[in-house]
């Protein structure tokens, strides 16, 4: 988990964890450390589709159904495209 308390921006914070996340997920392969930090990016910006996504790729990887299934949802909520929307449904 990267922390970010000396950072004020939410803009800029969101970044820097976005960033975090990538480095733990594809490069220590640390997917618990990334997860944490994608949820921390929704804890600043809950419509954030780059932690939406990565969290929906991260939990299906790890058969995290339950996960996947709150995320999933959630996606569904901020949609308006129907063609993504008929995406998130097929897989929900």
């Not at 990538?22 to 954030?48: C, F, R």
């Not at 709150?70 to 897989?91: C, G, R, W």
């Amino acid at each position: 988990y990267f922390e970010t308390h000396f950072v004020e921006d939410p803009p800029e914070k969101i970044e820097l964890l976005l960033k975090a996340a990538k480095i733990h997920e594809e490069i220590t392969g640390d997917v618990h450390a990334a997860v944490q930090n994608y949820l921390k990016v929704l804890e600043l910006d809950p419509s954030n589709r780059k932690a939406l996504e990565a969290l929906s790729r991260i939990y299906e990887t790890m058969e995290a159904w339950e996960d996947l299934l709150d995320v999933t949802q959630h996606m569904i909520s901020l949609t308006e495209d129907p063609n993504q929307l008929a995406n998130l449904y097929f897989k929900y």
